[in-house]
């Protein structure tokens, strides 16, 4: 199973959730909302051989937490993964706006010119500007957007610009989410929570249902369940061997 996008640091008990995830021999990709949450979340993961954590700093506290790009930079050379990164063009975001910007930019830049990293991005209600700044900084590493929620012309777009993409089960409760499913190249997708943001029946949505994910991809894609395991598994191996350096996870 695999959640490429997920907060663990995050849910109350992380080390229980994290002892779960090592239990049923799971691959997640831990990201992080600030720089200085980065020791923190890494150590939890330091004997958890297919858990990674990623650094970040997310485009909703990008206006709180800007002065914390030194802190970026110090601690990017301790990962080949960054996220959550992005845009948020939500309404109540707008203020903040030339925040964002200024920080994912900057983000972007850096990764660029330590070689590139693997990114998770958020991209709601801001998918053209996320591509432009992507465009522009093409250097940067391999864009995984996290629950793409842009229009079909967008989608194409990102997939023109070689972007990946990670889809939870939320996401593929509605019939936009699926239409884009459908419309993504299965080459390029992996699954994911975004827990402990989502829920399932009132509590945080764990790690191991991104499993729920795989079931709704193989109806949508009209495989098999071991067909769409298999896809999502090769397509991990192919976009953590991007990076120079970088082998493919086992």
Request: glycine share 6%; hydrophobic share 40%.
């Amino acid at each position: 199973m695999i959640d490429f996008h997920c907060h663990l640091d995050l849910y109350p008990k992380p080390h229980v959730v994290l002892d779960e995830c090592v239990k049923r021999n799971m691959y997640v990709l831990s990201v992080t909302t600030t720089p200085s949450a980065w020791n923190g979340t890494s150590a939890l993961s330091q004997r958890a051989a297919r858990i990674r954590t990623a650094l970040g700093l997310h485009p909703q506290l990008a206006h709180e937490r800007r002065a914390e790009l030194p802190l970026f930079d110090r601690y990017l050379s301790e990962t080949r993964y960054v996220g959550e990164i992005g845009l948020d063009g939500s309404p109540e975001l707008r203020k903040h706006w030339n925040d964002q910007v200024y920080v994912f930019n900057h983000v972007l830049e850096s990764c660029a010119a330590s070689g590139g990293r693997i990114l998770s991005i958020h991209s709601r209600r801001a998918t053209t500007a996320v591509l432009d700044c992507l465009e522009r900084h093409s250097a940067a590493g391999v864009p995984v957007l996290h629950w793409f929620s842009g229009s079909r012309r967008e989608l194409e777009r990102a997939t023109n610009l070689g972007c990946w993409f990670s889809v939870g089960p939320t996401m593929l409760e509605n019939a936009k989410g699926k239409a884009l499913a459908v419309a993504m190249p299965r080459e390029r997708v992996l699954t994911e929570t975004d827990g402990p943001f989502t829920t399932n029946d009132g509590r945080p949505m764990f790690p191991w249902e991104a499993e729920r994910a795989v079931l709704d991809l193989a109806t949508l894609w009209r495989l098999s369940i071991e067909e769409a395991r298999s896809q999502m598994t090769d397509n991990l191996r192919k976009v953590t061997s991007q990076l120079p350096g970088g082998a493919p996870l086992r």
